[in-house]
């Protein structure tokens, strides 16, 4: 790992006669993005809202997968549902909650107790939503496989 501040570099480029942007990073495939539905936009294409919630899932499943090895834990597969709120607070639009569903498959001997222990601290350690105001909440569903 790099020593930090880390930095991260994209750019948005619109144009006034279309309603989407796209957005650029090097070395990345580009995305278009376009106003949500609820904002009165089409809702055929990646939103800000949208991207924010899918990094916070995305962040969350990378996070228990760094950790699942070093804390050995054996994993089949992990799907995050992430589910944010947005709302009016003190006339500013914000996120305000973000609820995250995890359904996780594991061998049958493990302990489920070590599971929630290391999918917590994904949680608490993830950095999109430490950099979130939001209150994040955590509902765990745990399938188990036979060898």
Not at 62 to 81: E, N, V, Y
Not at 88 to 98: A, G
């Amino acid at each position: 790992m790099q020593d930090f501040p880390h930095h991260y570099r994209c750019l948005a480029t619109a144009n006034a006669d279309q309603s989407q942007v796209r957005v650029t990073s090097q070395g990345l495939e580009d995305l278009t993005t376009d106003v949500p539905r609820e904002f009165g936009g089409p809702g055929d294409q990646w939103s800000p809202e949208a991207l924010l919630i899918a990094a916070v899932a995305d962040c969350f499943v990378l996070t228990f997968r760094a950790m699942a090895g070093p804390s050995q834990i054996t994993w089949h597969a992990l799907d995050c549902d992430a589910t944010g709120t947005l709302e009016r607070v003190d006339r500013s639009t914000q996120f305000t909650r973000i609820e995250l569903s995890v359904r996780i498959s594991v061998p049958e001997e493990l302990e489920e107790e070590k599971i929630l222990r290391v999918l917590k601290k994904a949680e608490d350690t993830c950095l999109i939503t430490n950099s979130l105001n939001a209150t994040v909440t955590l509902d765990v569903d745990i399938t188990r496989q036979s060898h």
